[in-house]
């Protein structure tokens, strides 16, 4: 006797439950080249434009850049293109300590594209876990493939962030907005998330 297993479900339910499915969208290489040519051009505007400085009765050396306060901090006197990149595998190497506090830029060096900034204590273990960004850029890098489009995504650092979290995150959050990185999600508003 031949033993007969017993469906839960009926072949007409499997079909309706498969087919109830929302289809895939995938960016088409028109419509990414438009994306990614708005952040470059607002990006480019901010690298041409210098702030206006509020000039000061009492001149401060310009060693006085920063300290622990994000007041002190100035934002602009960071430009994540001008650091040394880095290859994002730079987590997998072999280190002895946990790293420092500093914070970190995701770019793509082949289109001058700022996708990410982050801030951490801890340079060397930030990436070895979950990390949203490490899957945006994961899709970003197979939609260029799929496209047959350049890419080269590297990170760079900025290792006199300040020690204290509060006003790193807080610096963090003023680069953010000043240069609307289209991974993080404070800028979603602007550029969708295409690879959310």
């Given at each position: 006797m031949k033993p007969n297993q017993?469906?839960?479900?009926?072949?007409?339910?499997?079909?309706?439950?498969?087919?109830?499915?929302?289809?895939v969208l995938t960016m088409d290489v028109a419509a990414l080249s438009k994306w990614k040519m708005r952040i470059f051009s607002h990006q480019q505007r901010?690298?041409?434009?210098?702030?206006v400085?509020?000039?000061?009765?009492?001149?401060?050396?310009?060693?006085?850049?920063f300290c622990e306060s994000p007041k002190h901090v100035d934002p602009d006197i960071i430009d994540p293109f001008n650091l040394k990149p880095s290859p994002l595998s730079f987590y997998r190497l072999p280190t002895?300590?946990?790293?420092?506090?500093?914070?970190?830029?995701?770019?793509?060096?082949?289109?001058?594209?700022?996708?990410?900034?982050?801030?951490?204590?801890?340079?060397n273990k930030r990436w070895k876990g979950t990390h949203d960004c490490k899957r945006y850029i994961e899709k970003y890098l197979d939609l260029h493939y799929k496209y047959e489009l350049n890419t080269a995504?590297?990170?760079?650092?900025?290792?006199?962030?300040?020690?204290?979290?509060?006003?790193?995150?807080?610096?963090?959050?003023?680069?953010?907005?000043?240069?609307?990185?289209?991974?993080?999600?404070?800028?979603?508003?602007?550029?969708?998330?295409?690879?959310?």
């Open positions: 017993l469906d839960l479900f009926s072949q007409s339910e499997i079909n309706t439950i498969s087919s109830n499915k929302p289809p901010i690298k041409k434009t210098q702030p400085k509020q000039e000061s009765l009492f001149a401060l050396s310009p060693a006085v850049v002895d300590s946990p790293g420092q506090a500093c914070l970190y830029f995701v770019i793509d060096m082949a289109t001058d594209l700022l996708l990410y900034i982050g801030e951490t204590c801890k340079s995504v590297n990170i760079a650092f900025w290792w006199d962030a300040p020690e204290k979290t509060r006003p790193r995150q807080e610096l963090e959050l003023a680069l953010i907005q000043k240069w609307k990185p289209p991974f993080n999600k404070e800028n979603w508003q602007y550029w969708g998330q295409p690879f959310g």
